[in-house]
């Protein structure tokens, strides 16, 4: 394929406009001082991802990205932060002190899993492009055989809410409440 033909392809334009949402809310994640911001700015890579996978003609697997990442992960974390009352204004600050080595490492990983999977799929043609995967055969294989494991992530997300509850509950007697609530009320005269 020559770039004139890539470019007259509006498809590519497409992808090339979610790839570089992608990219640029996945450099927002990593680089945002706030939790809070960047569990939103995961939220938008997540949903340009989902938007790839649109263009790769797999609806399932985009809309299992929305639902159970965007819908269930990413909003069990903002529950987190908010239960956990963790510091989420201008004074709270992600640590940064390890930012170099992790892009070094995260580059280093980019370029051999990109090399790697050059290699292997260079000559590869797609065929059938735009047909998809059958969802009834996605459904079948994940209620089927994948049953147990689908369970185990369903019992390990519950277990991470109930302790996140747990950690963020009060054991304060009415009495230490109301001596609480009144030394705020004096601090803020």
């Known amino acids: 394929m020559t770039l004139s033909e890539w470019i007259s392809n ?11 949402l992608t ?7 990593v680089t ?6 960047a569990a939103l700015a995961l939220v938008g890579a997540l949903a340009a991802t989902a938007g790839l996978f649109l263009l790769l003609s797999a609806e399932f697997v ?19 932060i908010m239960i956990t009352r963790a510091p989420i204004g201008r ?15 995260a580059v280093a990983l980019f370029g051999v899993l990109a ?15 735009g047909e998809g995967t059958s969802t009834d055969l ?18 390990l997300l519950l277990a991470a809410l109930i302790g996140g509850i747990t950690l963020a509950r009060k054991d304060t007697s009415p009495a230490e409440e109301e001596a609480t609530a009144r030394d705020r009320g004096l601090a803020a005269r």
């Open 138 to 155: 996605l459904g079948e294989s994940l209620l089927g055989r994948y049953v147990l494991p689908f369970e185990a992530v369903s019992f």
């Open 23 to 29: 990219l640029g809310a996945g450099f927002v994640v």
């Open 115 to 129: 090399s790697v999977a050059w290699a292997a799929f260079e000559t590869t043609q797609l065929v059938g492009v």
């Open 91 to 105: 004074e709270a600050a992600v640590d940064h002190v390890r930012r170099w080595p992790a892009l070094i490492a």
């Open 62 to 80: 985009a809309w299992v990205l929305v639902l159970v990442y965007i819908g269930s992960v990413v909003i069990l974390f903002l529950f987190g």
């Open 32 to 37: 945002s001082r706030n939790v809070v911001h």
């Open 10 to 20: 509006p498809q590519n334009w497409a992808f090339l406009v979610l790839g570089g």
